[in-house]
């Protein structure tokens, strides 16, 4: 069995060309893809910061660090909270305020498919088709 190129796969009819549809319903998935591995990333990057946190506070507490270090060090560790704790502000908050837009001002692509009456992407007729061959 071969392997299929990008392209390919995008073909739901499997005649061999890409409708312009077609063509748009890849560019969504690629986009919503993107977004996703996007948002992975920007979410593992709050809980590294979290967690880099509450072990920076736990070092803090241990018998390792001396009060004279702490002492002379309070006023960088203020701002390592701070930086730390903004990080994590931010993302939940753009992460509530994006929610929100979305569900909001956005319908989803199956809602705005059905208002046009079609029930599949490759159900319009008279579409121009592109070859990926």
């Given at each position: 069995?071969?392997?299929?190129?990008?392209?390919?796969?995008f073909d739901t009819n499997l005649n061999g060309n890409l409708s312009i549809k077609e063509l748009e319903a890849a560019e969504r998935?690629?986009?919503?893809?993107?977004?996703?591995?996007?948002?992975?990333?920007?979410?593992?990057?709050?809980?590294?910061?979290?967690?880099?946190?509450?072990?920076?506070t736990a070092v803090l507490f241990s018998p390792l660090?001396?009060?004279n270090r702490i002492n002379s060090l309070a006023d960088l560790f203020g701002l390592f909270y701070?930086?730390?704790?903004?990080?994590?502000?931010?993302?939940?908050?753009?992460?509530?305020w994006l929610s929100n837009q979305t569900t909001a001002n956005q319908p989803s692509?199956?809602?705005?498919?059905r208002k046009k009456g079609n029930s599949r992407?490759?159900?319009?007729?008279?579409?121009?088709?592109?070859?990926?061959q």
């Open positions: 069995m071969r392997k299929l190129t990008p392209l390919e796969k998935i690629l986009e919503l893809e993107l977004r996703e591995q996007k948002s992975d990333t920007q979410r593992r990057m709050t809980w590294v910061s979290l967690w880099a946190m509450i072990i920076f660090v001396t009060d701070i930086s730390v704790a903004g990080i994590a502000a931010s993302y939940m908050g753009t992460q509530a692509y199956e809602l705005y498919r992407i490759d159900d319009v007729e008279g579409d121009e088709e592109r070859t990926y």
